[in-house]
């Protein structure tokens, strides 16, 4: 059984910092990529940015692009979203997800359809 835990989420000041980390059990060998996505009250969730699990760039969503970083530990099965430079509208919801899909795409890979498994979510408040 494939678990993925959220932690880090908080309240920081507009301009400060949070690390969320997703950490996984279960058969991770089967995750082909990794995403992070967000949902905040009244809109639809939305990617934030993504991880291959073994080796590969990363992606990010235009409005985190330059102030957001992911990155992994595949010997803690554990990965990372470092947020700076945070804003009032980065305020949700965070998830992370895993895939299973070996051929997903670039393209394919922001749409919340392409990942199987999700974990439950940790709260980022940004107060301006």
């Known amino acids: 059984q494939v678990q993925l835990v959220e932690s880090g989420g908080g309240l920081v000041q507009a301009g400060g910092s949070l690390r969320l980390s997703c950490a996984a059990s279960?058969?991770?060998?089967?995750?082909?990529?990794m995403g992070w996505f967000r949902q905040a009250p009244g809109k639809e969730r939305e990617f934030v940015g993504g991880i291959p699990w073994y080796i590969g760039n990363t992606y990010y969503a235009d409005s985190v692009k330059g102030r957001f970083t992911i990155s992994r530990d595949n010997a803690k099965n554990t990965v990372y979203l470092q947020m700076n430079s945070l804003k009032p509208e980065d305020t949700a919801l965070y998830y992370c997800?895993?895939?299973?899909?070996?051929?997903?795409?670039?393209?394919?890979?922001?749409?919340?359809?392409?990942?199987?498994?999700w974990g439950q979510g940790t709260q980022v408040t940004v107060s301006s």
């Open positions: 279960g058969r991770t060998s089967s995750f082909y990529v």
């Open positions: 997800a895993a895939s299973t899909d070996p051929g997903l795409s670039w393209s394919a890979l922001k749409l919340v359809s392409a990942y199987g498994y």
